[in-house]
């Protein structure tokens, strides 16, 4: 072969194969994934339109409609992470000009605002101090005041450890005819989510948490009702990779290309929904709060208090208070240099005053918090 240019050799590294540490993940995520998971993931990689592939979606709408708690047909994985989701349950339901009220009380409601205003939304907050959580005449004042086309919320706040309690919200959107649109980022298969009977509209969560994959997919639901804002938008959606009119089209009957969809990572995602219908809803959930409950009660005994109050504590996600006088980023350097294990430091408004540590999906398990408790207190006395 007579090339026209010499090639260039500079960035031809002799990289080593990879070699990487084996962490235990405690931290906000990612969680460690299931065994079973990284297996499915190594099955071989099939074609976005393969009649076998077509099956593994069918599938996954199914366990992820059990997952949620709820009936809606356009339930799907997107791919991308769980902002990508995020992204797409307000693209496909904001149009220039519509309100939506954000509850803002931790760093992800925050980019909640950032992203319904770059939808043209005229954007209007709620906030609360990190750590707590909206009250339901907290919410109705939201309401009566802003009357917007949508309500978003936080289920799970990652950066605190709070969780939102979403009973008797949708009858307040109700009466005030706007759409409820929840974050279950952190809650999906590790904290009672029940989408149907909240009477939630558009939700979106991720591979890498409760559920036990690796990061790069995120599930996505809408209901009927925020399906027919989207059949009746005045304009189209300004986001086309995101489109749920083009991915229905792709996910629903007339399979249409759409996007080359990793394979791989829908065996992963379909594995972990198995493994949550197998072990059943009410188990796992079960499992996370006691497995919560020993690590607060062992970081009691160690000295050191929680962050959030323990009726709307998260059992997937524990803030801890960094005691007076503690480097709180030098001890979790420590816990990755002599103990593989990652823990999160505190995000936003809480940096150094917290750590985060996640107890999600397959690491809910008590073996976990035994070797967790034993670092921290041999780093920390
Ligand atoms: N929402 C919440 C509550 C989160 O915790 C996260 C990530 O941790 C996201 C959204 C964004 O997800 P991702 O980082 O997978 O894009």
Same mark, same amino acid.
């Given at each position: 072969?007579? %090339?026209?240019?010499?090639?260039?050799?500079?960035?031809?590294?002799?990289?080593?194969?990879?070699?990487?540490?084996?962490?235990?993940? &405690?931290?906000? =995520?990612?969680?460690?994934?299931?065994?079973?998971?990284?297996?499915?993931?190594?099955?071989?990689?099939?074609?976005?339109?393969?009649?076998?592939? &077509?099956?593994?979606?069918?599938?996954?709408?199914?366990? %992820?409609?059990?997952?949620?708690?709820?009936?809606?047909?356009?339930?799907?994985?997107?791919?991308?992470?769980?902002?990508? #989701?995020?992204?797409?349950?307000?693209?496909?339901?904001?149009?220039?000009?519509?309100?939506?009220?954000?509850?803002?009380?931790?760093?992800?409601?925050?980019?909640?605002?950032?992203? #319904?205003?770059?939808?043209?939304? /005229?954007?209007?907050?709620?906030?609360?101090?990190?750590?707590?959580?909206?009250?339901?005449?907290?919410?109705?004042?939201?309401?009566?005041?802003?009357?917007?086309?949508?309500?978003?919320?936080?289920? #799970?706040?990652?950066?605190?450890?709070?969780?939102?309690?979403?009973?008797?919200?949708?009858?307040?959107?109700?009466?005030?005819?706007? &759409?409820?649109?929840?974050?279950?980022?952190?809650?999906?298969?590790?904290?009672?989510?029940?989408?149907?009977?909240?009477?939630?509209?558009?939700?979106?969560?991720?591979?890498?948490?409760? &559920?036990?994959?690796?990061? =790069?997919?995120?599930?996505?639901?809408?209901?009927?009702?925020?399906?027919?804002?989207?059949?009746?938008?005045?304009?189209?959606?300004?986001?086309?990779?995101?489109?749920?009119?083009?991915?229905?089209?792709?996910?629903?009957? @007339?399979?249409?290309?759409?996007?080359?969809?990793?394979?791989?990572?829908?065996?992963? %995602?379909?594995?972990?929904?198995?493994?949550?219908?197998?072990?059943?809803?009410?188990?796992?959930?079960?499992?996370?709060?006691?497995?919560? /409950?020993?690590?607060?009660?062992?970081?009691?005994?160690?000295?050191?208090?929680?962050?959030?109050? @323990?009726?709307?504590?998260?059992?997937?996600?524990?803030?801890?208070?960094?005691?007076?006088?503690?480097?709180?980023?030098?001890?979790?350097?420590?816990?990755?240099?002599?103990?593989?294990?990652?823990?999160?430091?505190?995000?936003? @408004?809480?940096?150094?005053?917290?750590?985060?540590?996640?107890?999600?999906?397959?690491?809910?398990?008590?073996?976990?918090?035994?070797?967790?408790?034993?670092?921290?207190?041999?780093?920390?006395?």
């Amino acid at each position: 072969m007579t %090339l026209s240019y010499p090639i260039n050799d500079r960035h031809r590294i002799a990289a080593p194969q990879l070699d990487v540490p084996a962490r235990l993940l &405690l931290g906000p =995520g990612p969680a460690n994934v299931h065994p079973r998971v990284m297996a499915a993931m190594s099955l071989p990689t099939l074609g976005h339109l393969d009649p076998s592939y &077509l099956k593994v979606m069918d599938e996954i709408q199914s366990l %992820l409609r059990y997952t949620w708690q709820t009936d809606n047909p356009l339930t799907i994985s997107v791919s991308g992470t769980g902002s990508a #989701a995020m992204e797409a349950t307000l693209a496909n339901s904001v149009e220039s000009g519509d309100t939506v009220l954000v509850g803002v009380m931790g760093y992800f409601g925050h980019r909640l605002v950032d992203m #319904a205003s770059r939808y043209g939304a /005229k954007v209007e907050k709620l906030t609360k101090p990190w750590g707590q959580v909206f009250n339901l005449d907290e919410l109705r004042q939201g309401l009566e005041t802003y009357r917007p086309t949508i309500l978003a919320l936080v289920h #799970a706040e990652t950066s605190t450890g709070a969780c939102q309690p979403i009973d008797g919200v949708s009858e307040l959107c109700r009466e005030y005819n706007c &759409l409820l649109l929840l974050d279950t980022v952190t809650s999906l298969g590790g904290v009672p989510v029940f989408l149907d009977q909240w009477g939630v509209d558009l939700a979106y969560s991720c591979s890498q948490k409760g &559920l036990g994959c690796p990061p =790069g997919l995120s599930p996505f639901t809408m209901s009927p009702q925020a399906w027919e804002k989207l059949q009746n938008r005045r304009s189209p959606v300004a986001n086309w990779y995101l489109d749920m009119n083009l991915l229905n089209r792709y996910w629903g009957n @007339e399979r249409v290309y759409h996007h080359t969809a990793s394979s791989n990572l829908n065996y992963g %995602l379909r594995e972990a929904l198995r493994i949550v219908a197998e072990e059943g809803l009410e188990n796992r959930w079960q499992r996370h709060y006691n497995n919560a /409950k020993m690590l607060w009660e062992g970081l009691s005994e160690i000295g050191l208090k929680c962050h959030v109050a @323990e009726e709307f504590r998260l059992p997937t996600l524990t803030t801890v208070r960094v005691p007076d006088g503690v480097d709180s980023k030098a001890i979790a350097r420590q816990l990755l240099t002599e103990y593989n294990i990652e823990v999160g430091l505190g995000l936003g @408004e809480l940096a150094g005053q917290v750590w985060r540590i996640g107890l999600m999906g397959y690491n809910s398990r008590k073996e976990n918090i035994v070797l967790l408790l034993k670092a921290l207190q041999e780093t920390l006395y």
